[in-house]
């Protein structure tokens, strides 16, 4: 059975508890450095995509994935370290 998760908006004054991925986690797209706001978890295994190359690739990727974790929604919020 496949799942799409989205995680919930965080609110503005709490900690990111419910985040998966974090601002260590880099895109699996060769030579792409950006940060990962999508995980796709396979039977096999996992990748990790920016939103640019999960967007490229959706189509396919949702046809052959157990799970999709979808956090593009916090792609343009600012971490606290970074205010």
């Known amino acids: 059975m496949k799942t799409l998760v989205a995680t919930p908006d965080p609110v503005p004054t709490t900690a990111s ?3 998966i991925l ?3 986690d880099r895109c699996d797209a060769k030579g792409c450095p950006a940060q990962a706001f999508v ?3 396979f039977v096999t295994g996992e990748l990790y995509f920016c939103g640019h190359h999960y967007n490229q690739n959706e189509t396919g990727l949702f046809d052959t994935a ?3 974790i979808d956090e593009r929604h916090r792609i343009n919020d600012r971490s ?3 205010v």
């Open 39 to 41: 995980l796709i978890q």
């Open 22 to 24: 974090t601002k260590m």
């Open 66 to 68: 157990v799970e999709i």
């Open 80 to 82: 606290e370290s970074s």
């Open 17 to 19: 508890s419910f985040n």
